[in-house]
């Protein structure tokens, strides 16, 4: 499945985005979803992550309250709308799809066979 990730940009600190990832060749609703994130020397770690059924989510303590993953199937779109932005979000944000359905939510990247492009987002202070 080939993701497009879109919505990143220049943010001031309070401020909010919307990143969107369409999938296309296969439905993306048999297994989980993810937004990770990696910063500058950083590892890439996960932000958030979805359910096939979207009815299970995870997020990050550091985005708890923030940010808000979802998905739409009939569109074959997965979210992440995020409030309340702080320069400590700063980073290039992938989505990710695993390819399989699993009990529970994988939450390492080696679980999610298909990335997405990334998309930047920067929040000044």
């Known amino acids: 499945v080939q993701l497009q990730a879109s919505g990143g940009g220049l943010v001031q600190t309070g401020g909010s985005l919307r990143l969107s990832c369409a999938a296309s060749g296969r439905t993306i609703s048999t297994g989980a979803m993810g937004w990770f994130r990696q910063a500058p020397g950083k590892e890439r770690d996960i932000v958030a992550a979805i359910s096939w059924s979207g009815g299970s989510t995870y997020y990050a303590d550091s985005v708890k309250g923030r940010f808000t993953i979802s998905r739409d199937s009939a569109k074959n779109t997965v979210y992440l709308q995020m409030n309340s932005l702080k320069p400590e979000d700063t980073a290039v944000y992938y989505c990710?799809?695993?390819?399989?359905?699993?009990?529970?939510?994988?939450?390492?990247?080696?679980?999610?066979?298909?990335w997405g492009q990334g998309t930047q987002v920067t929040v000044s202070s």
């Open positions: 990710a799809a695993d390819a399989v359905s699993r009990i529970g939510l994988p939450l390492k990247a080696i679980y999610y066979a298909d």
